[in-house]
């Protein structure tokens, strides 16, 4: 069955400083990947996505994320945190079980960033 | 502006009571999808549906019921057969093999 495990349940980081969150995922082809973001008691904001092609991808607010097969692994970068990044993050992989449609998304338990001044 | 509606934000529910959530789209999108949040859980799936009157259980679909009428609306009851409803519900919606979209969230409380 596919999963998804993000080992850090919190991170904190000084703002100005690089971020790098994890992200492993249990597969057996192919994953689209996600990473989306979400501010206490809002919704969920897509930061970006991976299908296929190059294994670096860019997303909004300066965030990338590199696809490694070889690690089963989307760790989510930023060179430099600002204050508003503090929310949680996570990470999401395509479902493709018998009951689930192609698109539906199995999530991992998120990690929370918070930013020290 | 095109988006994800949900409504109520903020939803009290009596023990033994059934109550509807709401979750209307004008993104055009065949597919639609309602989760639950938990601290610490991460999101879960409970139904989906991709065409109109048609939908599917997913991982915690029990004491739960959904309706897929319109293309943009996809009503989420929950009824009293679920035990601990006391959570943060997001709906979702996307085109087929395209990322999701999601709305901001209805939570419920059970007094």
């Known amino acids: 069955a596919q999963s998804v495990t993000q080992p850090d349940i919190h991170i904190t980081v000084s703002e100005g400083a690089s971020l790098e969150l994890r992200c492993n995922y249990s597969?057996?082809?192919?994953?689209?990947l996600f990473w989306y973001v979400q501010s206490p008691g809002q919704g969920l904001q897509l930061l970006l996505k991976?299908?296929?092609?190059?294994?670096l991808v860019q997303g909004i607010k300066g965030f990338e994320a590199e696809f490694k097969r070889s690690q089963s692994s989307f760790n989510l970068r930023k060179p430099s945190v600002h204050w508003s990044d503090a929310a949680e993050y996570f990470c999401?992989?395509?479902?493709?079980?018998?009951?689930?449609?192609?698109?539906?998304?199995?999530f991992g338990k998120g990690t929370t960033l918070s930013v020290s001044s | 502006d095109g988006g994800i509606t949900q409504s109520p934000k903020y939803l009290f529910r009596k023990e033994g009571q059934n109550v509807t959530l709401s979750c209307e789209q004008n993104?055009?999108?065949?597919?639609m999808y309602w989760y639950r949040q938990d601290p610490g859980q991460g999101l879960r799936l409970i139904y989906y549906s991709q065409i109109v009157n048609d939908f599917q259980k997913g991982d915690i679909a029990e004491g739960y019921s959904v309706s897929r009428e319109k293309k943009e609306s996809f009503p989420l009851t929950v009824t009293s057969a679920q035990k601990n409803p006391t959570a943060f519900y997001l709906c979702?919606?996307?085109?087929?093999?395209?990322?999701?979209?999601f709305g901001p969230g209805t939570r419920l409380t059970v007094l």
């Open positions: 993104l055009n999108h065949d597919a």
């Open positions: 597969y057996g082809a192919t994953p689209y």
């Open positions: 979702a919606s996307s085109m087929a093999g395209n990322e999701q979209f």
């Open positions: 999401a992989v395509e479902s493709l079980s018998a009951n689930q449609a192609g698109t539906a998304l199995i």
């Open positions: 991976y299908f296929s092609g190059d294994t």
